[in-house]
């Protein structure tokens, strides 16, 4: 069965960091580019983060440029997000999400939810 | 890079045609066919319904279509049921991004 499992979220204080986690099953991770995509509470999809399959090519949303990583290990069959400097508008459930044979995020997580407050 | 732009919500009756625009620009919706459409349910993970503007994943039902004209794509759900009932999200590839959502629709069989 392909499937995401998203891991690593909590509540966290303004200024903290926290690690999220993704592994990955039943589909060549290796050959699929990845994405970290988030959505606040009662609000619409936010692209996060994208990192292509050999981890060539990294992007970042400008809201967190600066203050996220984003990482992979293919032997793992895992992705990261490395989240420094928190703030409470990084509150919400954050997806990984891959995109493999289109361009388009064509599986996804069940999400893990991220909470920023003091 | 701002969001594409969805109505925030839509309704249709049963049976009936609704149609879910999304406008952006030639950064981004018109300028790739790389615009893509995600269904979610309260509470779960969003799900992909359409792919390069026209295309269904396998297993989604052919009562969902989409299309693009210049700027604008849009979705449309034909014969709907009430199980149709959820949020809708387009998202295109850009030239700077490299993706952008819009900001939701949410559609009401009613």
């Known amino acids: 069965e392909v499937q995401l499992v998203e891991s690593g979220g909590g509540l966290v204080k303004p200024g903290g960091s926290l690690r999220l986690s993704c592994a990955a099953s039943?589909?060549?991770?290796?050959?699929?580019?990845m994405n970290w995509v988030r959505q606040a509470p009662g609000k619409g999809l936010e692209w996060v983060s994208s990192?292509?399959?050999?981890?060539?090519?990294?992007y970042y949303a400008d809201s967190v440029k600066g203050r996220f990583t984003i990482s992979r290990d293919n032997a793992k069959n895992s992705l990261y997000l490395q989240m420094n400097s928190l703030r409470a508008e990084d509150t919400a459930v954050y997806y990984c999400a891959s995109s493999g044979s289109y361009y388009a995020f064509d599986i996804w997580g069940q999400g893990t939810m991220v909470t920023v407050s003091s | 890079q701002s969001a594409l732009t969805q109505p925030a919500s839509v309704s249709g009756s049963p049976g009936q045609s609704i149609t879910i625009s999304c406008t952006g620009t030639?950064?981004?919706?018109?300028?790739?066919?790389?615009v893509s459409w995600y269904q979610q349910h309260p509470g779960k993970a969003p799900k992909l319904m359409i792919y390069d503007v026209s295309n269904r994943p396998s297993g989604v039902s052919n009562r969902f279509s989409g299309s693009k004209s210049g700027n604008t794509a849009s979705l449309t759900i034909s014969g709907l049921q009430a199980e149709d009932e959820a949020d809708y999200y387009c998202s295109s590839y850009t030239s700077s991004s490299p993706w952008v959502f819009g900001g939701g629709t949410k559609l009401t069989v009613l």
């Open positions: 039943g589909f060549t991770f290796s050959s699929y580019s």
């Open positions: 030639s950064s981004d919706v018109g300028g790739y066919n790389y």
């Open positions: 990192i292509s399959s050999s981890s060539s090519y990294i």
